[in-house]
């Protein structure tokens, strides 16, 4: 006979819900939901809960709001006796005695083939390194940043023209399979860890910056940077001293080569010069106002 565990989740964009949607349909329980506070969200500032709050109080889950866990989070865990804690893309570290408050500790679902990609951005970082294939991994957290024993993984290709908004719900998804085979694995006593093997690289949290176009590097590079910080932060570029967001965008073939960085009409199409090829501008958001296609901004930036 199957047995099932008690479990606490921890969870807050929408990359997180089909992971808690799984689990709250599995064998086991789902006893309580933690996930960041609500936040001030559009122009109006209207607070806000996250994706996972809204999942876990549609299903009458608890939920408990923290942007740290510690203190009252901690206490609240604690009282609910649970086997296991279950993380994804919570937003913020779980230290002890947190860590060792579940009788089987916690486990981590993260988007990528650990230990390439270790941190908070790895879907964005693997696009902008033009990586081919990724995946998820399933790993016992430990105080080290992504570095436990791992009890499963799974890989995906990576589309050439996936942006990371894309390949996140993708991995999503299928993550949420791999992580309820672990957590049934666990419950039944079958689980097995293995050390993580091969080199480190980290995938730090992006800034703004790092949408930031350098029309010097190779066509290739410029893409992928536009797909793996597409939809956040977004790629841009500085045109007449203003940000101009590139929203897609794609490798110009067989046309005529531009200086880096130098805008052109070809045809119907806004070319931008590279190291290599140029890069056709596809769908742009200029400042202060709405997204248009590219050509419309170019012909009406150039009546101006």
Do not use: C
């Not at 009458?60 to 994804?88: C, F």
């Not at 897609?248 to 190291?275: C, K, M, Q, S």
């Amino acid at each position: 006979m199957s047995s099932s565990l008690r479990l606490v989740f921890a969870g807050s964009p929408a990359a997180a819900v089909p992971s808690l949607a799984t689990l709250a349909g599995s064998r086991h329980e789902v006893a309580a939901v933690i996930t960041r506070e609500d936040s001030p969200q559009g122009r109006r500032g209207v607070l806000t809960p996250t994706p996972v709050a809204v999942e876990a109080e549609g299903r009458g889950i608890p939920v408990i709001r923290a942007n740290r866990l510690a203190g009252a989070a901690t206490e609240a865990v604690q009282s609910l006796a649970p086997d296991l804690g279950v993380i994804v893309a919570y937003g913020g570290l779980v230290r002890e005695p947190l860590l060792s408050t579940p009788r089987l500790g916690w486990i981590n679902l993260h988007f990528s083939l650990l230990p390439r990609w270790r941190g908070a951005a790895p879907v964005q970082r693997a696009i902008m390194a033009g990586d081919d294939i990724t995946g998820a991994t399933v790993f016992q957290l430990v105080p080290e940043l992504d570095a436990g024993e791992v009890f499963g993984r799974m890989t995906e290709p990576i589309g050439a023209h996936q942006t990371a908004g894309r390949l996140l719900e993708s991995l999503s998804v299928s993550g949420a399979g791999l992580l309820e085979r672990v957590v049934d694995a666990l419950a039944d006593g079958t689980a097995r860890a293995e050390a993580q093997e091969g080199d480190v690289t980290v995938a730090p949290k992006l800034t703004l910056d790092d949408g930031r176009i350098d029309w010097g590097r190779p066509a290739r590079e410029v893409y992928d940077l536009i797909r793996g910080v597409t939809p956040e932060p977004g790629a841009f570029a500085l045109v007449d001293d203003a940000r101009l967001k590139v929203l897609e965008a794609a490798i110009a073939r067989d046309v005529p080569r531009l200086p880096p960085g130098e805008f052109a009409l070809v045809g119907r199409a806004v070319h931008v010069g590279t190291a290599t090829e140029p890069i056709e501008l596809v769908t742009v958001h200029p400042a202060g106002r709405k997204a248009m296609d590219a050509a419309s901004w170019w012909r009406g930036r150039s009546r101006s």
